[in-house]
Each structure stands twice: as C-alpha cells, then as structure tokens.
C-alpha cells in the first residue's frame, strides 16, 4: 500500500523564521511529488517535483526531491503571518493501464505568530 | 474562469436519506476524483474517474457511489448516509494524459454532517 508521511503534524512558529516540512513516501511505480497550501478552503498549488535534486522555487517557498532517500522537503523563509495553513504532500504513482493514484499524507499545520 | 464547482458547500441531513452532492468542472480534463478530509486522517480518495464511463476505488469507497456520464460532471451519491460520512469533501480535476504532469484543481469543498 502506498504511503506518505509528513512532519512535524503541527508546527508554531514566530514572524520571520525559516521553516522546514518533510515529506517521505513509500510508492510503487513513482509519477511526482506534489506539495499543497491548505487555509480555509481548498487545496492550492504549490509545486511539483519530478526530479531529484532540482530545487523549485517561488518567492520565499522552496522545494526539492530525493528519489533515491524517498522524501521531500519544503522551506518557507522569513515566514508571515499569511503561511499560517495546513501544507499537504501527495505522491503520484502510475497504477497501470494508463491510470494513476494521488496518494496525500496528514497535512503539516502551521502557525506563524506575529 | 477555470475551476471546480461543488454544490452545496454544507449539507446538514439525517441518517439515511439519499444525497447527491454535485461536482462540475470547466477545463476539458478527463481525471476527476473525490476525496474526503478528516482530522487526523487527512485527505482520502473516494472514488475517481479517468475519463467518461470509466470509475475505479479510491481508498475508502464503501458507502458511496459515483457516476460519470459526461466529461465535465462527476456527481457522488449517499445511498444511505450514515453519521460516520459527516467530513468536508472535495472533488478534483485534472489532465489524465500521461504526457500532461498538470496538479488536480479542488473545488471548495461540502461540508456534510450527517445526524
């Protein structure tokens, strides 16, 4: 059975620090790593990550793959009082005849006090 | 403007009579899907769709059906709801093409209680 794991579950953070989220997965036939925004709604994009070690980046939020140790990070920089939310990883794997499953771990919630 | 619609966003009903609760997406995509989130449990998938007349199990399908008649709607039914299907549920889109790496757009979800 296909398996991703975040940590920490919940994290508590000032204004203005870095912050890391860790994402490791245990997938079969391994398509991409997806990281979501969670606030009051529903989910929002952040990245996808298909490579390893390629560094994606969109303003203070950054994100990288390891294929070979199985795991994802995501670091937010000079955190704001705006990413407070519940950040969400989901793996991708190919499940056979052109199909495929997402697969989403817990969800890491922060909170960023000013 | 590209997206998901859910409909409602809260339903309050009693145990055992049947709902629907509608998804329709506007981007041509084949994939739809719909999850359930919990505390503690994160999000689930139900059930999803690769493309008209074709639906599969996602992880937790007992208790729901789904329907895919048309490209754009993926409608899931309650048959007989139950107090252990009170969640906030949310149905997805995206491209199935394997050529496409394109993430699922959610709707808002629907915030079902069931009594």
């Known amino acids: 059975e296909d398996k991703v794991v975040q940590s920490p579950l919940s994290l508590v953070v000032h204004e203005g620090d870095t912050v890391t989220l860790n994402c490791s997965y245990e997938v079969t036939n391994f398509r991409s790593l997806l990281w979501y925004k969670q606030e009051k709604k529903a989910p929002t994009f952040l990245f996808m990550l298909t490579s390893s070690g390629i560094e994606k980046k969109s303003g203070r939020l950054s994100s990288i793959l390891d294929k070979k140790e199985l795991f994802s990070i995501l670091n937010i920089t000079a955190t704001q009082t705006g990413d407070s939310a519940v950040y969400l990883c989901?793996?991708?794997?190919?499940?056979?005849?052109?199909?495929?499953?997402?697969?989403f771990g817990k969800g890491t919630k922060l909170s960023v006090i000013p | 403007e590209a997206q998901v619609t859910q409909n409602p966003r809260y339903l309050i009903t009693v145990t055992g009579k049947k709902l629907t609760v509608t998804c329709s997406q506007n981007m041509n995509h084949e994939y739809m899907s719909w999850y359930r989130q919990d505390p503690g449990l994160g999000l689930r998938q139900i059930y999803y769709s690769m493309n008209v007349e074709v639906t599969d199990k996602g992880d937790v399908p007992e208790g729901y059906k789904v329907s895919r008649k048309e490209k754009r709607n993926f409608p899931l039914i309650l048959e007989s709801p139950s107090p252990n299907q009170t969640s906030l549920y949310f149905c997805?889109?995206?491209?199935?093409?394997?050529?496409?790496?394109?993430?699922?757009?959610f709707g808002n979800g629907t915030r079902l209680t069931v009594t």
């Open positions: 997805a889109s995206s491209w199935s093409e394997r050529r496409f790496l394109e993430p699922l757009h």
């Open positions: 989901a793996v991708e794997a190919n499940s056979g005849a052109g199909s495929y499953q997402l697969t």
